[in-house]
């Protein structure tokens, strides 16, 4: 897994979302999202949180925004790199060591997060399949990742 570069989720709003991996910001992050996947834990988990001009918010199996993995919560490796378009992030609550399983991926700038937020990787294809996510906190039907692969 140490020299994955990469991480596919094949969305059920149209198609495969292509993520270059940033083990140069945050190799715990990175290692454990793609242990995540290489695991299946993201096949079949909804976008619980899509809100337009913001962010897609993932990675709870339960789809309800307050679980995570079975795995202890990550130690925050905050960075510099800004949250923009395309930009992957881990989700966490007011503890800035509470980043687990959950993640989201920027719409447009979101620049107040910077420093705040770990940022783990970049969306390189495919943002058009997150754009076409469903919409909602949480949406009537949410979009799902279908499979999630660890290249």
Known sequence: MADAD??????SSGGDVVIKLRPDLAPGHVQRIT???SQGFYD????H??????????????GTGTSGSDL????????GEPHKRGTCSMA???DPNSANSQFFICFDDARFLDRQYTVWGEVESGMEHVDNLPKGEP?????????????
Do not use: H, W, Y
């Open 139 to 151: 949406p009537r039907e949410p979009g799902k990742i279908v499979k999630s692969t660890v290249s």
């Open 92 to 94: 966490r609550t007011s």
């Open 6 to 11: 990469r991480l596919t989720f094949t969305l």
């Open 35 to 37: 242990e995540l996947a």
């Open 72 to 79: 202890p919560n990550l130690k925050a490796e905050f960075s």
């Open 49 to 62: 949180r899509v809100i337009p001009g913001f962010m897609a918010q993932g990675g709870d199996p339960t």
């Open 44 to 47: 079949g988990v909804a976008f």
